[in-house]
């Protein structure tokens, strides 16, 4: 079968690799095309039978019949436990595309353990070994005959096992059967498609495999498939760490916790200490080299190099911890490999040639041609804007089209030599990415990075790798696990590998995933996200996961500082899913948050807990459940315990004359108020000579979308009797029949990026109309830095003008969750700090629109504004009409805590403690149900400020305890 046949449809495959978001679409693409082919097959779970016919090929192991037609097509495979046929319908076994056309199988008999397949009337021939083992197949192409192939699709497999997939492990499964497909190396492509019956193929390519090559097919009852393939890897030599991959659940180096270290070869008694503190057992280098590349030990941390860097790990050998070693895969600007004379093997993805000859000085390179597409800046998710000409790199900061060149240029950079250049000599641009240069994927220079990794790990006997940045190295997966396994096949021991790229061929050395980048917002939130993500993960890729890298958040112009409670989410979470956790900004001496020490002896009392496997599963039921929060509490008699509990929160203004009131519902048994008070930062007023105008409405381009169903609008108006004199009314209508996932956006892109820099919140007039919708205003920066989406969250409760200041510091990554969006990139939401020198636009959305409703609110002129500080002195707290004044003076960024009787404490912004005082004070009763707290307090000017401010902003929170669950 020769043209666009229906199979090719399905395969979606090219001459080069497909990576996996791209074959992901093209597979629900496929779906839909094919989806007439098997409704009528495949109903009410009924088992699919194929009449038996003496020329198919039979093959059988302890799990699966396999049998295949006289066209080569899968017809049966059948998991003798169930006798459930998963094939349910005739799928191509192979398949060849010859000069951009996908031929398909027209024949295929059997000799002996060798498969004959022709294809299309006689347009190639493939020879195919065929092994039968009790846990797998392995198929391997002996020979192909006929013209050079752009790929051969040694194994394809459709079964319906759709339930669960995972593209790092290759396995399907439907939860009670599973399959997994193994290849040999690195060369062979492997791509996983979608929908109830997802496609798991085999892809040889001639520039890289072809004759010899050989696939695996792993297929088991699901609470067996593990040990299946670890029997298959083992018995096939495939390349495997006895902790990596259908290994590493039984290992128990993955349940343990690190902590990221700048260690030095003088401080590491104090990390070994802190470890033991927090009950950490790994101690992990970050810092610990000069450049990446050659990856020296840094002389002032490790002043004897490789021989220092030795000596410090053993020592923490010798304390019974462990040690790991991080590495980002990539060359520094500053090694000697890109510096003072760039390495010819540096990866180029773009070339060009000098028009004419430039002397050492000249800014301006011309080009035969004009550069397109290339950026003009350095910046981490950049492709950079250097190039090389000779033995010189060149950085650019504009692209001229006439004449043709690069324009604004900087020359020697990086430790080069200007030079002179003739006419003809070649400018290749060099990929980037994190700032970083990368070897060529098909040059040695991989093998020699690679070795210089090892030598360090076997030298020093690390007990971690992490590859990180390995999902930058060019060349698509080739390139990226290539990578990966020439550094692994040079490993010796039991080294456990961890990588920010988790990728299908270094899946039986990867030891563990959930390594994500931590948050900065909605702390708790994340953590949820993050277990559930875990959960699903590991249930189909077979490895062990972690909730980390978390930090404990010091204050910065972008959030305030961690509160214990948040950190103890995460630990609790730990502890009720037995996930390890990594630590991020963890420092030795002088930390950037107060409480460090504090913070680190509860993760340890947490982690000798679960280490322990001691409580009971109905515990640990109750503590996996989302947005459930426990407290850790020693008892008088020494014992601790763990009780549920709830941190209720509220961000109130106090003026000068007046007071905020706040309701709570009190789920639990009457208690003694427990509470913390924190002032926040205050903007400046709205017609601050400071402000800085991001639009009036009035000239902006504005783009709208809205969702399914709903209809929006926008247009610049005049107010009258209003606080602003003009702006824009949004408009929307729902015409659905809920609120949820009902949204529209309008958004305004800068003509020239704004520079937020001396700004802190957002000022806003607002004309609500009551309906109970959301705003949403966002904003964001180019993605050349990384992606951000800076929520800051209104509710339309009120009718009539209002104006809102929102905060940069504050925002309302926690309840994203809790509308449908069209987007949910965690990291921009949860993570990436606003760029504010260069704020590219800002979206301002609706959501929960109500159905069947015209919603109209009139927006003024959105302002960015500086803040500033103040102080509250004495606030006093009323709770159902029984007052209570609390004697302590607080600046912005202090917090108090009174959360026993006869203590309270102060901390300042930074979390260090400034005050503990004895209080005589009889807390008020929270009782069982509503009740009523007003906050009151005298507001002056902040420490140093001579401004008299005539307001206040407080966050206050409610702590709330029920009966314990456990105690030890």
Not at 515 to 537: C, Q, T
Not at 575 to 600: C, K, N, T, V
Not at 892 to 908: H, K
Request: glycine share 8%.
């Amino acid at each position: 079968m020769t043209g666009k046949s229906l199979a090719q449809k399905y395969f979606q495959l090219s001459g080069k690799p497909v990576c996996r978001s791209d074959l992901v679409r093209r597979m629900v693409f496929a779906w839909i095309v094919g989806a007439f082919l098997w409704v009528g097959m495949y109903l009410g779970g009924q088992h699919i039978t194929w009449a038996e016919d003496e020329t198919d090929v039979v093959l059988q192991n302890a799990h699966v019949l396999w049998r295949i037609d006289s066209e080569g097509r899968t017809i049966e495979f059948l998991d003798k436990r169930s006798q459930k046929n998963y094939a349910a319908q005739p799928w191509p076994l192979v398949a060849v595309r010859i000069s951009g056309t996908e031929v398909l199988p027209s024949a295929c008999i059997q000799e002996g353990d060798q498969l004959r397949v022709t294809f299309g009337a006689d347009k190639a021939r493939a020879t195919l070994a065929v092994r039968s083992s009790p846990d797998y197949f392995v198929i391997r192409l002996e020979k192909y005959e006929g013209p050079e192939p752009d790929f051969f699709v040694l194994v394809n497999l459709r079964l319906a096992l759709g339930k669960e997939r995972n593209w790092t492990s290759g396995l399907i499964s439907d939860g009670s059967f599973a399959c997994c497909v193994r290849v040999a190396d690195y060369r062979i492509g492997f791509n996983l498609g979608g929908g109830p019956e997802p496609t798991m193929t085999a892809v040889l390519y001639p520039n890289r495999s072809l004759e010899g090559a050989w696939a695996g097919v792993v297929a088991a009852p699901k609470e067996e498939i593990r040990q299946a393939l670890q029997r298959f890897v083992t018995n096939e030599k495939v390349l495997r760490s006895p902790v990596g991959g259908p290994f590493a659940l039984d290992a128990p180096e993955t349940r343990g916790s690190y902590v990221f270290a700048y260690v030095t070869e003088s401080n590491v008694d104090g990390w070994i200490e802190l470890c033991k503190k927090a009950n950490i057992d790994l101690i992990h280098f970050i810092g610990w080299d000069a450049s990446h590349g050659h990856y020296s030990p840094r002389k002032d941390a490790f002043p004897e190099g490789l021989s220092s860097l030795k000596r410090t790990i053993e020592k923490i050998h010798s304390a019974g911890l462990r040690a790991g070693l991080h590495f980002l895969f990539g060359i520094s600007p500053h090694d000697p490999y890109a510096s003072p004379v760039p390495d010819p093997r540096l990866k180029v993805d773009a070339r060009f040639e000098l028009a004419e000859p430039v002397d050492e000085t000249t800014d301006f390179l011309p080009t035969t041609v004009p550069p397109k597409d290339l950026p003009t800046v350095w910046a981490y998710m950049s492709r950079g804007n250097v190039v090389r000409v000779g033995q010189e790199l060149i950085q650019y900061h504009a692209l001229s089209e006439n004449p043709p060149g690069f324009a604004q240029c900087r020359r020697g950079v990086f430790g080069t030599k200007p030079a002179r250049h003739e006419a003809g000599t070649a400018v290749e641009h060099l990929y980037t990415i994190y700032t970083l240069f990368y070897p060529d994927e098909d040059s040695d220079l991989i093998e020699e990075i690679a070795n210089n990794i090892a030598e360090i790990v076997n030298t020093c006997r690390a007990d971690l790798i992490y590859m990180d940045g390995a999902e930058g190295v060019p060349g698509g997966w080739y390139g990226v696990s290539r990578m990966r396994a020439e550094v692994f096949s040079r490993l010796e021991g039991r080294v456990m590998v961890e990588a920010s790229e988790w990728g299908y061929h270094s899946w039986t050395f990867h030891s563990r995933t959930g390594a994500w980048d931590h948050p900065n917002w909605g702390l708790k939130r994340f953590v949820d996200i993050h277990v559930r993500s875990n959960l699903e993960y590991q249930s189909a890729s077979l490895l062990p996961t972690q909730l980390g890298w978390w930090a404990i958040l010091g204050d910065t112009p972008d959030h305030y500082a961690e509160l214990p409670d948040e950190l103890e989410y995460l630990c609790v979470k730990s502890l009720a899913w037995d996930m390890p956790m990594s630590f991020q900004g963890i420092a030795l001496g002088q930390a950037s948050h107060g409480r460090q020490d504090e913070y680190l002896e509860m993760v340890g009392r947490y982690e000798r807990l679960r280490l322990s496997r001691s409580l009971p599963q109905n515990v640990l039921q109750q503590l996996r459940e989302d947005g459930r929060e426990f407290r850790m509490r020693q008892r008088p008699d020494g014992r601790w315990e763990l009780v549920p509990c709830k941190w209720l929160s509220k961000r109130v203004e106090v003026q000068s004359a007046g007071e905020a009131t706040w309701h709570i519902f009190n789920s639990f048994s009457s208690q003694p108020l427990k509470l913390r008070l924190r002032v926040l930062d205050v903007a400046e007023p709205y017609d601050s000579a400071q402000a800085v105008l991001l639009t009036d409405f009035s000239s902006d381009e504005v783009q709208i979308e809205a969702a399914p169903g709903v209809h929006a609008s926008w247009q610049a108006v005049e107010f009258a009797a209003s606080p602003v004199s003009h702006g824009v009314e949004f408009i929307a209508r729902n015409e659905g029949s809920s609120r949820r996932g009902a949204w529209a956006r309008a958004v305004i892109h800068f003509g020239k990026p704004k520079d937020l820099t001396k700004t802190g919140a957002l000022g806003v007039w607002i004309r609500g109309d009551g309906k109970q919708q959301v705003l949403n205003f966002q904003l964001s920066n180019p993605r050349y830095y990384w992606q951000t989406f800076a929520e800051h969250y209104v509710p339309v409760d009120f009718i009539g003008w209002k104006y809102v200041e929102l905060h940069f510091k504050e925002r309302d990554a926690d309840r994203h969750g809790d509308y449908q969006w069209p987007y949910a990139d965690y990291y921009a939401i949860y993570r990436n700090p606003l760029i504010r020198r260069e704020v590219d636009r800002i979206t301002i959305y609706y959501n929960d629109l109500p159905p069947g409703e015209e919603v109209r609110c009139g927006l003024g002129p959105t302002v960015a504004l500086p803040v500033s500080k103040v102080a509250v002195s004495n606030p006093s707290i009323s709770l159902n009409g029984r007052p209570v004044q609390l004697p302590v003076d607080l600046q912005t960024g202090d917090y108090a805590e009174w959360l026993q009787p006869g203590v309270i404490r102060v901390y300042n912004r930074h979390s260090q403690l400034v005050a503990e005082l004895p209080v005589d004070l009889v807390p008020p009763e929270v009782s069982p149900g509503v009740n009523e707290l007003t906050i009151t307090g005298e507001v002056k000017p902040a420490a140093g400020s001579e401004a008299i401010p005539w307001r206040a902003r407080l966050e206050a929170w409610l702590l709330l305890e029920g009966e314990p669950v456990c105690a030890w």
